[in-house]
Structure formats: C-alpha cells, structure tokens
C-alpha cells in the first residue's frame, strides 16, 4: 500500500522560507514523476511543481525563481523548497506520485503566509 507522509508545513511571515518534505513508501519510486500541488480556500487545486523520473522539473508561473523541487530516489522523497513566500502561497499542499495508471497522494500540510 503506497502512503505519501508531507511535513515541512507552518506559519512563516512575507518573505520567509519554508522547505515541505514528502516521504513516499509502499513501493519504488525511480519511475514516477513526482509533484506538489495545492489547493486554497474556494479554489481549485493546482500543480506547483513537479519532477520527472529523469530529473526535469516544471513550475507553475507563479512560483517561479521562488520554489525548487528536488528528489532523492534513494530515499523516496520529494522536497519543495520555498522561498521569498507571499500571502498568496497560503494553501494546503499536497505530494503527488504518479506515472501511467496510477497516481497517489498524501493528506497535505498547511503552509500560512501571514504576518
């Protein structure tokens, strides 16, 4: 059973830096593409950032020059660092693993961009 563990989440103030962190276990990892999405209030959920199995990395307009994504496939995680935050980074965040036909996720953090 695959489970997706965030952590990382919490309050920062305008133009600090928070770092999410997901862990993934229940299978390997090396094949999937890995992202972070989020969701705000009254909005859908949208793709951050995501990370192939070959390394290359996409990012929403929004955050770019801002967040980086990494991986460690040794450790099956994905890491989302986020820097220069807004108030309108406020959202839950989700890890996402996914390749053809299959797609998990995990429960979300709350990052809060507020002073």
Do not use: H
Not at 45 to 58: D, K, P, W
Not at 88 to 115: F, H, I, K, L
């Amino acid at each position: 059973q695959v489970q997706l563990v965030e952590s990382g989440g919490g309050l920062v103030q305008p133009g600090g830096s928070l770092r999410l962190s997901c862990a993934a276990a229940g299978g390997i990892f090396i094949s999937y593409t890995m992202a972070w999405y989020r969701q705000a209030p009254g909005k859908q959920r949208e793709l951050v950032a995501a990370i192939s199995s070959s390394g290359s990395t996409n990012y929403a307009g929004s955050v770019k020059g801002r967040f980086t994504i990494s991986r460690d496939n040794a450790k099956n995680t994905v890491l989302l660092q986020m820097n220069s935050l807004k108030p309108e980074d406020t959202a839950v965040y989700y890890c996402n693993v996914q390749r053809v036909g299959e797609s998990y996720w995990g429960q979300g953090t709350q990052v809060t961009v507020s002073s």
